[in-house]
């Protein structure tokens, strides 16, 4: 089985603080995996060590098959990654956004023409193509940062937080796009504080404290805690604190 994240023992101390404490889980390639935690928990910066942006302080790990210590450039030319913020140029159009980021991508020109028209064309934004970003509205604003994440074709995006106060008719047309995107084999790491978002994951870890609490499909997490939904398990496994060994 082909692993999009593979970590064992991954942990991160900045001084006499542990921020990330032995975290061991494998996410399958073509998944979507929900990475849910109260806000200071550790997700940010297990984020930034699979993206080859901090080392470890100990552990090990691969992404996409690379070796998070000696081969970080590597990881970071295959995988996408998508802010909260968009991180967008906001008196830019929507094709001047597209055009930069293919860019800074490095996706040659030729190539370049006919994937931002694959990506118009998946995003449904061939008639925003003029459009200023700021003009946009945050669900329009959302796809068309997916779009620039997108562009180089990524074998894993990593999402943080990316339907943060879009309304919920945009949220669900964004997980569709998710959805198809993990069906065509990209991998997907997302941060939500939406629970009805986290029981669309293919696979949810929960993290406390830096430890990894819950690890699984959401029925699995369900049957384990006695839950009916994952909202009920997370909010037990926090106000409890009660870590659980991952097999």
């Known amino acids: 089985m082909n692993w999009a ?31 849910l935690g109260p806000n200071g928990s550790g997700k940010s910066t297990t984020i930034r060590m ?10 090990w790990g691969k992404v996409l098959g690379y070796d998070i210590f000696k081969e970080p450039e590597k990881i970071r030319q295959n995988i996408g990654y998508m802010s909260q913020k968009f991180s967008l140029y906001q008196d830019l159009t929507v094709d ?21 028209k694959e990506i118009k064309s998946f995003l449904h934004l061939e008639h925003k193509s003029k459009a200023i970003v700021e003009t946009l509205s945050g669900g329009w604003k959302q796809r068309v940062a997916l779009g620039c994440a997108l562009l180089h074709e990524p074998k894993l995006l990593f999402l943080d937080e990316p339907t943060a106060g879009v309304d ?52 699995q997490i369900h049957l384990q805690y006695n839950t009916k939904n994952i909202e009920d398990a997370f909010i037990n496994l926090v106000t409890e604190g009660k870590g659980v060994d991952y097999e």
């Not at 991954?10 to 399958?28: I, N, Y």
């Not at 699979?50 to 552990?59: E, K, M, V």
């Not at 055009?99 to 931002?116: A, D, E, M, P």
Request: aromatic share 10%.
């Open 50 to 59: 699979l993206c080859g942006i901090l080392t470890p302080s100990s552990g």
């Open 5 to 35: 994240i593979n970590v064992d023992g991954l942990t991160k101390k900045f001084g006499s603080l542990v921020a990330v404490d032995d975290l061991t889980f494998r996410v399958e390639e073509g998944k979507i995996f929900g990475f």
């Open 168 to 219: 919920p008719v945009s949220r669900r047309i964004f997980w569709n796009l998710l959805k198809e995107l993990a069906q065509s084999g990209v991998s997907i790491l997302v941060t939500t504080h939406y629970m009805d978002e986290a029981e669309l994951c293919d696979i949810i870890g929960i993290i406390y404290q830096g430890k990894l609490m819950s690890f699984g499909t959401p029925e």
């Open 96 to 116: 001047e956004n597209l055009n930069f980021y293919g860019g800074i991508y490095s996706v040659n020109s030729h190539k370049l023409t006919n994937r931002i």
